[in-house]
């Protein structure tokens, strides 16, 4: 299974890890094997990105999420559930296989 993760703000494009009070750790990940290749293309089929697109725009609705009065882990839950989302709409779709393994794991 191959797992895209996210780690800070600076880190952004290279892993998607959200930890809150250092207890909880919310992880959104792409469970097919290829989803690697779809988000950074190869030599031979161009990139479709999915997930960092997916990001930053649940990155640009953060000031709205934090602004909700919520505690930090319904805001990393509810933002780790936003990129997953906005991952799913944005994956390209052969057989939905990849859309179908985004999903937010909570550790």
Do not use: C, H
Request: charge should be negative; glycine fraction near 8%.
């Amino acid at each position: 299974m191959t797992g895209i993760s996210i780690s800070g703000f600076d880190g952004l494009l290279d892993s998607l890890d959200y930890r809150t009070s250092g207890t909880v750790q919310y992880t959104v990940r792409a469970g097919v094997d290829y989803a690697i290749y779809v988000e950074y293309g190869t030599s031979k089929m161009q990139a479709q990105p999915f997930l960092r697109p997916a990001v930053e725009e649940a990155v640009r609705d953060l000031d709205r999420i934090i602004g909700s009065d919520l505690d930090p882990d319904t805001i990393a839950d509810t933002l780790a559930n936003e990129i997953a989302d906005n991952a799913q709409s944005r994956a390209p779709v052969d057989t939905g296989a990849l859309r179908d393994s985004i999903e937010v794991e909570k550790q």
